[in-house]
């Protein structure tokens, strides 16, 4: 590992603090990748800084991960939480605090590998100041968002700007899957360098409790069938249609079920406002008596819940990757997810789970109920999820193609484009 013990590279990522609890509002699958890529990209060698924005007064500013790993966080805007919609405008601070922190520490980044456009922002304006290297993931795509949703915030065109000249400028793209690889091709730029790196999730932690002992800890009984949620309160997640078919699937006749729906909100907030939402949803069709919403799950907390479901359905109305349907797939769990995106990718339909139009509350009761009518199948279907994650989702492989990906860039020479050139002649 000496080739690369000396690197340094920089994880940035903006908005999603790899420090933080996971699983609140904005806090979600772009905190958990930010924070294992870091972590066992440390272990290989690599000098990982990963920068964040400070969002609130109280955090620490430098956060040690391990002896190799650390997070940094940037005061750039108020040191408070601000909507990702609304963080545009500090940009240039934390470049510039990024840039004083560099010079103050005496440490340059060859490479900086940015998380989601705020961040994409940052690495263009650092590329064109010092010659680093830029990597980038986007996690979600404004071209695939804005399809989807019947406001368009004010920002939309800054960030369609941004994604498309980052496509186009970075010395690599990180597509997680071969569908967002497509959506960057087909909605934002032939242009631009693109290698897809799936996401990655921890099979040590994920597999190690039985069915029958996650459900003594929770004191579920074994033969309820229990459908889990787990992920954010937002509206795209698509809670909704997972409680409506839910109750079809009991008014079918499915008499001892349970539904877990875990996450974390705060009332008043929009994750909190969601909740209601869907609370209100539960109580209007009946369904209080076997629909239970344990806030959010920790880290010691998910194993036990993924082990103890029969089924984990991810009803999405979009996924760039969904890290929750390989965290359930990890531990034998079959996932009923919609068709979308990286769920495609990461769902075998027929084979590790199913796959149902998003919003379609019949197709998803029509696949949970196939399931959970067939516990042998739904055992075959299992093991077979478990072994696609061993196979191409642990974050060790995932780490590894990343560090092969930076050290082939390292060696590449800098090729300055025309308009670079003519820019900066
Ligand atoms: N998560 C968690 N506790 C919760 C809810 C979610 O730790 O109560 C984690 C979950 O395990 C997963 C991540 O948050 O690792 C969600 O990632 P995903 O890609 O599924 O969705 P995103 O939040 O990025 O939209």
Redesign the pocket.
Known sequence: MNSVSQKHIALISVHGDPAVE??KEE????N?YVRQVGEALAELGWQVDMFTRKASASQQKIVQHSANCRTIRITAGPEEFVPRDNLFKHIPEFVEQMLEFQQESGIEYEIVHTNYWLSAAVGMELKKVQGCKQVHTY?SLGAVKYKSVSTIPMIAKTRLAVEKEVLETAQRIVATSPQEQEHMRSLVSTKGNIDIIP?GTDIDRFGKVQQHQARQQLGINPDTKVILY???F?FR?GIETLVRAVAQSKLRGNADLKLII???SRPGQSDGKERERIEGIVNELGMQDFTVFP?????DD?PTYYAAADVCV?PSHY?P?????I?AMASYTPVVASDVGGLQYTVVSEKTGLLAPPKDNDAFATAIDRILSDSEWRDQLGCAARKRVEDMFSWDGVAAQLSKLYTQLLEEPVIVSKDEAVATA
């Open positions: 996971i699983g806090a979600g699958g772009q958990v996690h996401c787990v992920g954010r937002d997640k875990g996450g974390g806030g959010r799950l920790g880290d998910l991810v996924e990757f969904g890290l929750v349907a965290e």
